[in-house]
Each structure stands twice: as structure tokens, then as C-alpha cells.
């Protein structure tokens, strides 16, 4: 974890930089000293399920083990949504390694040394930076955070497959008083291989991530604003954009609210998000829109 304390104007800044959730995972297992002055009750392990989900401590291992919850949905509205693309097509090459990938039996049993199987990316593509917010308000409902996450996902796999290369980093930006915090966590850097889907799961879908994780993060802080007290607002995109100095171009996946998402049927949650993107020049929205029921 890298933390840097900026001031700008009359706002202190606290940039929070984890460099993957490995870096995450082994900053909260250090269980990192708590701001007690800030923060008397920590929400990170008091909040109940119905609003935070499963504990800190469980939260903690879906980093690593990975998360389950919904998991098989999304594969099957992935899959019936895959050819709404337009002009798809697999940016990726099928390759026998020494590492990596899957294990090919015969060629294990034969002893070949290149016995694993795996995808390479086969051609450069234009490169995407794409911001999701892990923040949202507090009444934001479980479906509507897990149908937000399941259609970046498939967003973000179909650009890949057309050839894209996706710089995707996942944000929390909120403020209190005088203070902003910016916590990030890559997901997956320009130079890394095809986005694995299963490892970016968690932080897109499982309201644990923001209620558990980041708020355990937060309470870890040298803050002084009374950040205790719903620990933090929200920012909205313009602000995000105007504040980072983010591009036209970068996209930006705000909060369900913003997007319009009501997390009541994933193929309209998808279209609200394709359009909120400016991404309608490259999804047959027709298609997919068809699926609905």
C-alpha cells in the first residue's frame, strides 16, 4: 500500500495506491493500526449483514479464495449476450507454454516439458483506461451493485475480444468536510494478458468489498474530519473527472444511481451502462434487447 498526502487549496487529498488485491489482502491481514480517534466503533466489523454483507474476516479470504455469489448468472447472461458485439472478434491465441494456463494430461503424463495451455493476446489493440467506482450512497440495494458489477464485466470482456486493451482500475473517491479520499486498486495493467474475469468479481459485485474491505482501509487513515459519521459522501463523476484531470475518452463507471441502474433485470442494467459509456457505436443493441423478458 502507498499513501501520499497532497494539499490542494484547502482540501487534503489522501491517495491510497494498492497495486493489485494481493497488496490489498496482505495490507488488511497486517490488521493495520485504527484510527480510534476518528473512529470509536469500527463499521468495518459492527455493520450488520443485510447492509454489509458477510464479515471482515470472511470478506478478507473472497480476496484470495475468490467470491461465488451470483457467479453462474453472469456466465449465462455473458454467454447470451456474446454475439451482441460488433465486429467481434477473439483478440487471442491459443499457445502451449512451460507455464501458466491449464494442464494438458497426456502431456504431463508424457512428461513434455511445454504440457500447459494457455491464451496469449495476438494482436496490439487501442488502449482503454477504464475507472470503476467502488463507491456508492448507503441505500444502494444489493441487486442493483451486483448487476452494476456483472455488466462492466461483460462489457469489459467483450472489448478485449474485439481487441481492446483494457488499463482497469477500480476507485473510491468520497469526502467529508475538508477532506478527499482516493483509494485505488489496479485490476488489471495494460501489459497483463486477457482480463481474468473471476479474480475481478469480487471487488465489482460483492457490496463486502466497499462495507467490509474499504472501510476497514478508511478506519486505517490519518484523517481528521469526523469521517466516522457514514464515512464519507460519495463524489459524483463530474467532480471525479474534473478533480483527476481524467480524459474525455477515459470510462468512467459511476455509481448505479448515476448510470440509472435499478438492478431489477441485467440486460436493461446493461444497455443503461453501454449508453452511459457512449459504447452504442460498438454493441448491437438491438440484440441485446431482444433478451429481455
Known sequence: MKLNIEKRDYI?????????????????????????????????LKKNSNFAGDSLEKAIEYIIDG??????????????????????????DLRRGLYGGIPLAPLVAAEVPDCMLRY????????????????YPHYTEREEIFNRGLA???IMDALEKKGDIINFVAKEVAECGYEIVNIEVVLKKPSDMMLDIKK????????????????????????EEEW???????????????????????LVVSTPD???????????????????LNLEEEFDIPKIKKLIR
Open 200 to 223: 475481478c468479481y469480487f471487488p465489482l459485485v460483492g457490496r463486502e468489498f466497499l462495507r467490509r474491505l474499504l472501510f476497514r482501509v478508511k478506519e486505517s487513515l490519518p484523517f
Open 12 to 44: 487534503t487529498l489522501y491517495n491510497v495506491l494498492f497495486d493489485d488485491l494481493t497488496d490489498l489482502y496482505y495490507y488488511l491481514k497486517s490488521n493495520p493500526r485504527v484510527n480510534d480517534r476518528i473512529f470509536e466503533e469500527q463499521a468495518s
Open 120 to 135: 496469449d493476446r495476438s494482436r496490439t489493440g487501442v488502449v482503454r483506461n477504464m475507472y470503476f467506482s467502488l463507491s
Open 67 to 92: 467470491y461465488e455469489y451470483g457467479f453462474d448468472n453472469f456466465l449465462i447472461a455473458s454467454e447470451r449476450m456474446q454475439h451482441a458485439t460488433i465486429d467481434t472478434s477473439d483478440n487471442r
Open 258 to 276: 448515476e448510470i440509472g441502474i435499478s438492478g431489477e433485470n441485467i440486460y436493461k442494467d446493461t444497455i443503461k451502462l453501454i449508453k452511459n
Open 152 to 154: 462492466t464485466l461483460y
Open 228 to 250: 466516522s459519521d457514514g464515512y464519507g459522501r460519495t463524489l459524483e463523476e463530474k467532480k471525479v473527472r474534473r478533480f483527476f484531470n481524467l480524459k474525455d475518452t477515459d
